[in-house]
Nanobody
Framework: QVQLVESGGGLVQAGGSLRLSCAAS????????MAWFRQAPGKEREFVAG????????YYAESVKGRFTISRDNGKKTVYLQMSSLRPEDTAVYYC????WGLGTAVLTSYEYWGQGSQVTVSS
């Protein structure tokens, strides 16, 4: 059974930082591209950041470039999203996703597995 379990969300003031983690089980983690998406109330789910199976190629949404960093530890089967300089508009439920042999790009339909989501709330 495949599971992606996010953690690390919470409430933070604008300008603050959070680190999200996503622990995978039931998959050969090192063969999957991983990504983070987010969905704010009343909005479509959108791509935040992604990376390929080795972590050598990374992609970011323009809105988070320079503030967020995605990384992975294949030994721990975990992907991370370090978020800094947070803004109220970053408030959303954050989801991790896995794509077998993928590139980690923004194509939502490429991802076979999804986590349950972690709420991030940024207060002004």
């Amino acid at each position: 059974q495949v599971q992606l379990v996010e953690s690390g969300g919470g409430l933070v003031q604008a300008g603050g930082s959070l680190r999200l983690s996503c622990a995978a089980s039931g998959i050969v983690f090192s063969t999957y591209a991983m990504a983070w998406f987010r969905q704010a109330p009343g909005k479509e789910r959108e791509f935040v950041a992604g990376l390929n199976s080795s972590g050598g190629s990374r992609y970011y949404a323009e809105s988070v470039k320079g503030r967020f960093t995605i990384s992975r530890d294949n030994g721990k089967k975990t992907v991370y999203l370090q978020m800094s300089s947070l803004r109220p508009e970053d408030t959303a439920v954050y989801y991790c996703a896995a794509d077998l042999w993928g590139l980690g790009t923004a194509v939502l339909t490429s991802y076979e597995y999804w986590g349950q989501g972690s709420q991030v709330t940024v207060s002004s």
